[in-house]
């Protein structure tokens, strides 16, 4: 795949079982089974997969500790999230007594062969801190993490079989019913795409949010500068008031079926869960997205932020600390549609006062949709608000 961009650290990590040796793990009934929960699991792929290249495995105190205090992993590669498997007390014995684990998955899939190399113990409390820069309880990711238990598990990882793969018998879940994986690359898939279209230049877009016309005008105004655009959602766990995953899917689909260049639009799926960690996040997000093969990445206001808790521009401004980061981030000022100007425009670009304005954010558009209130036209394309307004139920309870 000459041209395309380096993974993270130079290396693209695939760590997954071959057919025999899977056989052998699944046969094996003396193998200790430890039991995890889909945030784990998708993890667990993303290592697998390199999508989190260059961990090979659940992170060490050492890297945990360069992580937290540096944003960087202990080699000193910049790596801003802690990427951590945790369990009690009487788990982390037997796992380390044990060596090598089964991790098990939803319903008692086997998903993973896990070589154990120490377990240890970490304030959760400064965790939260280093990673979210508060100590609030209120914040999703600080609650997350203070929830979790008193152990973590250090060691490599060897896939044995998918998340939800239909083979396993795993066919009554949602991601099944409505096929939120089948949009799902791995880099290896992803960077094959790109070197058979050609694209030297792919910038990569993170959301979590239903589209709507901010959100185009900044996708597809890339378009006029680089070769390609790689939409990529966020699939996993999200707080309540988020859109639902299948809404964001479906939107996502219609909007690129009626009004985006097919043949310079990439979509894929990326499953993993929210951790409204902002600024951290955004390089997280951007690392991600450069194992996939993007060779740019866009962050606009308030990236992965939640509630107050981050300055709108955060996440932009802690791309200064990461000029070795591998990967150029594209800035983006809040867009807005301009009744006087008549379309979508930025500061930047309006001189109209803000009587003008009809904001378009996302908290906006969930409050409109839940008293009932069809966004206009001059907010949302109509065939995305047909998917929000024909869904039952479209965001996370």
């Not at 939803?106 to 801190?129: G, Q, T």
């Not at 979509?267 to 194992?291: D, S």
Request: net charge negative.
């Amino acid at each position: 795949m000459k041209g395309i961009i380096e993974p993270h650290g130079g290396r693209l990590i695939k760590r997954i079982l071959d057919k025999s040796s899977r056989e052998k793990v699944l046969n094996d009934d003396d193998m200790l089974r430890v039991y995890i929960d889909d945030d784990l699991a998708s993890d667990v792929e993303n290592i697998a997969d390199g999508i989190f290249s260059p961990l090979e495995g659940f992170m060490g105190y050492d890297d945990l500790i360069h992580v937290l205090r540096e944003g960087r992993l202990a080699d000193g590669l910049p790596w801003t999230i802690p990427i951590l498997l945790d369990v009690d007390h009487d788990t982390a014995a037997r796992m380390k007594d044990a060596k090598d684990v089964l991790l098990v998955g939803k319903k008692s899939s086997a998903m993973a062969l896990m070589h154990v190399e120490d377990h240890y113990r970490y304030d959760k409390m400064e965790i939260a801190r280093r990673v979210y820069q508060t100590d609030d309880r209120s914040h999703p990711g600080v609650a997350k993490t203070l929830a979790m238990n008193d152990y973590f598990v250090h060691g490599k990882i060897t896939l044995v079989s998918r998340a939800n793969n239909t083979n396993n018998n795993n066919t009554n879940n949602d991601e099944d019913k409505y096929g939120l994986r089948r949009y799902r690359l791995t880099p290896e898939e992803s960077r094959a795409i790109i070197a058979e279209k050609g694209w030297r230049s792919v910038v990569g877009f993170q959301t979590r949010n239903i589209p709507h016309l901010a959100h185009e005008m900044l996708q597809k105004s890339v378009l006029n500068f680089f070769d390609a655009l790689f939409v990529n959602p966020l699939i996993g766990r999200k707080k309540s008031g988020d859109f639902k995953d299948e809404v964001i899917l479906r939107a996502y689909e219609v909007l690129i079926e009626n009004y985006y260049p097919k043949e310079r639009v990439l979509f894929a799926t990326l499953h993993t869960e929210m951790r409204y960690a902002g600024p951290k996040e955004a390089i997280h997000h951007a690392i991600m997205r450069k194992n996939l093969g993007c060779t740019h990445f866009i962050v606009g206001r308030d990236h992965a932020g939640v509630g107050s808790f981050y300055h709108p521009f955060a996440a932009q401004e802690i791309f200064k600390e990461y000029p070795d980061l591998g990967i150029e981030p594209v800035f983006f000022p809040a867009f807005f549609y301009c009744k006087r100007c008549m379309g979508i425009v930025s500061e930047r670009m309006c001189p109209h006062p803000l009587d003008y304005r009809l904001e378009l954010s996302g908290t906006r558009l969930r409050k409109m949709i839940n008293e009932g209130e069809r966004p206009s036209e001059l907010l949302m394309r109509p065939e995305v608000v047909d998917v929000i307004m024909q869904h039952k139920d479209p965001f996370v309870p």
